[in-house]
């Protein structure tokens, strides 16, 4: 079966989706009917009747599971992005561990507001931890309660008494990493649109332009940096289609140039597939004025299919470092682009 995310990751505590194959429609499965599913980049769910505290109820979920061992973890995610966590073991099904904070106002004259803790979720890791005093002692003093503190603390027990255990969520983070790296390489094409002006003035008119562009590009992820940064190289032909002419000297009518960027990606959730941020900044080298100027842009990239991408994004060229090209081409020029290339 092949596995689909629906909306955003933590929808995977309520339903999921799964198809045959990549050209079958998908089927929407529950925790009410199926027992468990994997995914070889999201990890193992199983689903569950849980109590809530909060709630004051029970909830039908997919709990994801952490740790198994002696001492299992396991953990959920609500649809305000807020994270329970539940134990279970040979003596207990599933105990949710219990953290709660909320603002209190008192009720004297001084309207004194306070944040009140509720941390229920010590004794139950007491209890558990019973059999290794020093992980029983250190689970009252857990700094920060989230999921890295307390997969650290399950750890540390099974390794304590000299129990096997599996790190499940470090296991699938691995293969979640390999495989959104196992592309390192962009080629595509890119087309596009600027305008600009002149910076000095001839017989007291100042003169623009638009101009389109056209050309092709090599995106190089950086190593280990799981796809958030890349190099990025552009040969890219402008060809000024309405401006008037000065002199022989201004006509730039075709116009190469080899732009050399470092783009930094952010990707975001969202209903057309695998999204991201680009900003990107770097030199470009004009070749026919033997020019060195500045650019820098912000794109967004979608995704089509997992294999390939389409992304928009505007840039400003700003700068000129080797010579003035006020006489002969435009400074200051903003672009807009369309880039379709492998994703």
């Known amino acids: 079966f092949f596995f689909d995310l629906k909306k955003e990751l933590n929808q995977l505590s ?3 989706l799964f198809k045959k194959s990549e050209e079958d ?49 396991y953990t959920w995610v609500d649809n305000h992005l807020k994270e329970y966590f539940y134990l279970s073991n040979e003596e207990v099904e599933l105990q949710e561990l219990i953290y709660v904070e909320n603002k209190v106002t008192k009720t004297d004259r001084s309207n004194i507001e306070y944040l009140k803790k509720v941390k229920r979720y010590i004794g139950v890791l007491q209890l558990a931890f019973k059999d290794c005093p020093s992980v029983q002692a250190k689970s009252a003093k857990i700094p920060h309660f989230n999921k890295m503190a307390l997969m650290k603390i399950f750890k540390k027990y099974h390794e304590c008494v000299g129990a096997e255990y599996e790190d499940l969520n470090q296991q699938f983070r691995k293969v979640r990493k390999k495989s959104k790296l196992y592309r390192k390489l962009d080629l595509g094409l890119i087309v596009g649109t600027n305008t600009g002006f002149f ?26 940096s799981d796809n958030r940064f890349a190099v990025e ?8 289609s309405t401006y008037e002419y000065v002199d022989e000297a201004s006509k730039a009518v075709f116009n190469p140039s080899i732009h050399l960027l470092m ?45 390939s991408r389409i992304g928009l994004s505007i840039e400003y060229k700003f700068f000129s470092f080797l010579q003035d090209l006020s006489n002969v081409e435009a400074n200051n020029q903003l672009g807009l682009n369309i880039t379709i290339s492998a994703f």
């Open 233 to 240: 190289g552009r040969f890219i032909m402008n060809h000024l």
């Open 14 to 16: 309520f339903d999921v």
């Open 263 to 307: 783009n930094g990606y952010k990707e975001v959730n969202g209903i057309y597939g695998n999204q991201r941020f680009n900003l990107k900044i770097g030199p470009v080298y004009n070749l026919k004025y033997d020019a060195l100027e500045a650019l820098a842009g912000i794109g967004y990239d979608i995704a089509i299919k997992d294999k």
């Open 25 to 73: 429609s998908a089927t929407l499965y529950t925790p009410n009917t199926i027992k468990a599913f994997y995914s070889e980049t999201e990890g193992v769910y199983e689903s569950a009747i849980v109590s809530v505290y909060e709630l004051g109820a029970e909830q039908d979920v997919f709990l994801k599971c952490l740790i198994k061992g002696e001492q299992n973890l």
């Open 199 to 224: 910076n000095e003035v001839y017989d007291s008119e100042s003169m623009s332009l638009l101009g389109l562009s056209y050309g092709c590009l090599i995106n190089v992820y950086l190593p280990k």
